[in-house]
């Protein structure tokens, strides 16, 4: 069965640390790029970040350069974000996906207290 499974999350105070997993199965992993979305309370998804494939190029969203580090792992079919330095308005779900799209996990939440 075809499956998206995001974990991690939880509460971290300001300035801390966490590290979410995405693993997916049922769907072809290598070669396809992969990607972290976050979607706050009340607001749109949003693009976090995306690693490519062989060499593992990756990019950001502004607002969490220098501060997420994106990796996967395509034994383990197994996608990673390393969150530091974290802020309040990373307060959201984060959910993984594949490009193009697969189906959509549940996510995992992620909050940060102000």
Known sequence: QAQVVES???LVQPGGALI?????SG????????????QPPGQER????QITTPDGGASYAESVKGRFTISRDDDKRTIYLQ???????DTAM?????VPVVTWGQGTQVTVPS
């Open 8 to 10: 991690g999350g939880g």
């Open 20 to 24: 979410l997993s995405c693993t997916i």
């Open 27 to 38: 769907y072809a992993f290598a070669p396809y790029t992969m990607t972290w979305y976050r």
């Open 46 to 49: 949003e693009l976090v970040a």
């Open 83 to 89: 969150m530091n330095e974290m802020k309040p308005e």
């Open 94 to 98: 984060y959910f993984c996906n594949r």
